[in-house]
Antibody
């Protein structure tokens, strides 16, 4: 079955960076966009952007431009999201989520289990 | 960005009740709307996509309707497993945006 498994919880300090991984299985990794979404107590769900695993092309939400970098390693079907210059309000659960074919706009299915990032 | 507004934010209901949750978009999104269910500590799970299409494996007591700016998620005969938080999401345009959520609680 299609599954996304994320890396474990992180505790980090203001000003640092964090990198979260998302390993995909059960489908052809390069056929579908991988999105990153976070959920924080104060902001609800926020879409951060996507990466096209085939081309490596990315599309970041304006809010995160300049601080977020999405990459992938197709040899191990894994996507990564790195967020830099962390602030306390970046404390959130970060999710990867499989999108649509290519770069098509789509709903998300499935989602990874989430990675809690605490900035303190 | 397109704003998604859900109501109510909390809903108290009993097993067997019919429950309706609404989602309003700040501009026309045609039928490009999904509904998700999330339980504490778990990932969101899609229930409905394209406003009214039931995701495979989702019980038929869940249904979605609407188009344009106004949408509804209905749960017929609420079951114990349905007590959770529900979110709508538009996918017509970037940035993709979500509603604030509706928590369905036990009455």
């Amino acid at each position: 079955q299609v599954q996304l498994v994320q890396s474990g919880a992180e505790v980090t300090k203001p000003g640092a960076s964090v990198k979260v991984s998302c390993k995909a299985s059960g489908y052809t990794f390069t056929d579908y966009c991988m999105h990153w979404v976070r959920r924080s107590p104060g902001q609800g769900f926020e879409w951060m952007g996507w990466i096209n695993p085939n081309s490596g092309g990315t599309n970041y939400a304006q809010k995160f431009q300049g601080r977020v970098t999405m990459t992938r390693d197709t040899s191990i079907s894994t996507a990564y999201m790195e967020l830099s210059s962390l602030r306390s309000d970046d404390t959130a659960v970060y999710y990867c989520a499989k999108g649509g074919l290519g770069q098509s706009l789509n709903w998300f299915h499935p989602w990874g289990q989430g990675t809690l990032v605490t900035v303190s | 960005d397109i704003q998604m507004t859900q109501s109510p934010s909390t809903l108290s209901a009993s097993v067997g009740d019919r429950v309706t949750i609404t989602c309003r978009a700040s501009q026309n999104i045609n039928s490009w709307l999904a509904w998700y269910q999330q339980k504490p500590g778990k990932a969101p799970k899609v229930l409905i996509y394209k406003a009214s299409s039931l995701e495979s494996g989702v019980p038929s007591r869940f249904s979605g309707s609407g188009s344009g700016t106004d949408f509804t998620l209905t749960i017929n005969s609420l079951q114990p497993d349905d007590f959770a938080t529900y979110y709508c999401q538009q996918y017509i345009a970037y940035s993709l945006t979500f509603g604030g959520g509706t928590k369905v609680e036990i009455k």
